[in-house]
């Protein structure tokens, strides 16, 4: 009895996560949130998706010149999203402090 509610719940969540993993959007389509929802305004969605205006493809495109960064995750992190991201850092940042401090602690 033990081990079955743990299994119970490991089923379910199993389950879950299968179902949501099967309603992603393929890899590369243009219909996807990433390509077609983050638009600028005065250009329409299918204008976008045809010509790959949208400013996902943006930052992909232009991101590690625009910003001088290594690679495009930093760019898009630190330079285009930087107040979006400042408090994700931050709990990042204090996650890897605390990491440290809990195990350099035994070392007295």
Do not use: W
Request: glycine fraction near 8%.
């Amino acid at each position: 009895m033990r081990r079955f509610v743990p299994m119970v719940f490991f089923c379910i969540f199993g389950i879950i996560m299968i179902a949501a993993v099967m309603t992603l959007a393929p890899v590369g389509d243009p219909h996807q949130p990433g390509y077609s929802e983050f638009v600028p305004p005065h250009i329409s969605k299918e204008d976008a998706i045809k010509k790959g205006e949208s400013v996902a493809l943006h930052y992909n495109r232009h991101g590690a010149h625009e910003t001088g960064a290594l690679d495009i995750i930093t760019s898009t992190i630190f330079d285009y999203r930087g107040y979006d991201t400042l408090f994700e850092t931050t709990v990042l940042f204090t996650a890897l402090i605390s990491v440290l401090s809990i195990l350099g602690a035994g070392k007295e």
